[in-house]
């Protein structure tokens, strides 16, 4: 890796890419939220001291973009 803020956001990149690897294809409303959103939640919970150092007052810019990126891909594919 070139630098931290790289191997910080291929690290949460993953976390999210297997989120919404195990998400349904579709999600029908009335069905509730996947469990792969609560695991994903149940993540963050477990690293937040890593998720406020990337996303806090002195966070990475790149790691805040990417995260946000992935963030609203993996929504838009749920949701469709």
Known sequence: YSDKETL???ALDAAI????AKLPAEIE???GAPNAL???LAHIDANAAVYRHA???R???VVMARLRERLEALVRDAVG
């Open 8 to 10: 910080l956001a291929d």
């Open 38 to 40: 609560y695991e994903y």
């Open 29 to 31: 409303p009335g069905d």
């Open 59 to 61: 966070g990475s810019a």
């Open 17 to 20: 890419e297997a989120t919404g």
């Open 55 to 57: 996303l806090g007052e």
